[in-house]
């Protein structure tokens, strides 16, 4: 037997696949920004909090509660 088979010989890179439109990257990529804007005012949020809380100390004060064994 030879080494060339005889036929239609099969291509070797996939076929591309079909680009997106240009509007539905332009939504992907809106809906990136908005999710980016809303994670970074949720962290200035927390950031806040965070601050408020250390202004005003400690909850309750007594420390480790202990149970009434000995």
């Given amino acids: 037997m030879s080494g ?5 010989a099969k291509p070797l ?5 079909d680009k997106k439109e ?5 939504l992907l990529v ?7 804007q809303k994670k970074k005012d949720e962290e200035k949020a927390l950031k806040e909090l965070r ?8 909850f309750g004060g ?3 509660k202990k149970s009434g064994k000995k």
Avoid: H, R
Wanted: charged share 30%; hydrophobic share 25%; glycine share 12%.
């Fill in 51 to 58: 601050a408020k809380a250390q202004q005003k100390g400690s």
């Fill in 62 to 64: 007594s420390g480790l």
């Fill in 22 to 26: 240009y509007d539905e990257i332009y």
């Fill in 4 to 8: 060339k088979q005889g036929g239609k």
């Fill in 13 to 17: 890179k996939a076929p591309k696949s």
């Fill in 30 to 36: 809106q809906d990136d920004l908005a999710n980016i």
